[in-house]
């Protein structure tokens, strides 16, 4: 069984930097194919997908948010880290992690974190 | 970027019977298209991939269709539990999103 579960602060304030944490158990990101994706979801609101890590360290960003975006794995600790710069309010959202078993499909997701970003 | 556009917003249904819901892509997508189901206060779940087959543990009343730029979801016979927001997604080019269709109970 795969389960995904998010990690890191609920609240930051306007420039700093969030760093996000995903957990995950029930598979290895040193297996090929395999790799973990952040998504995101203001209050509200419809999905954004952020970035994409593989078991190889080949790393994809959405080209709108790529400046303030890094994608790391640690596959001793079976964790995926995401540090996204410069927080800004509109980057209140809830921030998910998912397993991606093919293409850039996500399946399944972590119950997801809410960051709120505010002075 | 490859804008994906879900009709209607939100749709009424009564139990028991069909909903179909659309998406349309602002170029093609080929069959690279998946949709989700959120219930709230829940992440997405992945219903279906491929355009049209069924992910691990889906009931048979979901069935997608389509290919290119115009797709579908459809409910066949709607159970209590399947009220809720779908999105569809494709992964053919950087993964985007479609703005949701929230299915409530008419």
């Known amino acids: 069984q795969i389960t995904l579960k998010e990690s890191g602060p609920t609240l930051v304030k306007p420039t700093q930097t969030l760093t996000l944490t995903c957990t995950f158990s029930?598979?290895?990101?040193?297996?090929?194919?395999?790799?973990v994706g952040w998504i995101r979801q203001p209050p509200g609101k419809a999905l954004e997908w952020l970035a994409l890590?593989?078991?190889?360290?080949?790393?994809r960003y959405s080209p709108s948010l790529k400046s303030r975006l890094t994608i790391t794995k640690d596959t001793s600790k079976n964790q995926v880290v995401l540090t996204m710069t410069n927080m800004d309010p509109v980057d209140t959202a809830t921030y998910y992690c998912?397993?991606?078993?093919?293409?850039?499909?996500?399946?399944?997701w972590g119950q997801g974190t809410l960051v709120t970003v505010s002075s | 970027e490859i804008v994906m556009t879900q009709s209607p917003a939100t749709l009424s249904v009564s139990p028991g019977e069909r909903a179909t819901l659309s998406c349309r892509a602002s170029?093609?997508?080929?069959?690279?298209l998946a949709w989700y189901q959120q219930k709230p206060g829940q992440a997405p779940r992945l219903l279906i991939y491929?355009?049209?087959t069924r992910a691990t543990g889906i009931p048979a009343r979901f069935s997608g269709s389509g290919s290119g730029t115009e797709f579908t979801l459809t409910i066949s016979s709607l159970q209590s539990e399947d009220f809720a927001v779908y999105y569809c997604?494709?992964?053919?080019?950087?993964?985007?999103f479609g703005q949701g269709t929230k299915l409530e109970i008419k």
């Open positions: 998912a397993h991606r078993p093919q293409g850039a499909l996500f399946d399944p």
């Open positions: 029930g598979f290895s990101l040193s297996t090929s194919g395999v790799g």
């Open positions: 890590i593989y078991w190889n360290d080949d790393k």
């Open positions: 170029q093609s997508v080929s069959s690279n």
């Open positions: 491929g355009a049209s």
């Open positions: 997604q494709q992964y053919n080019n950087w993964p985007t």
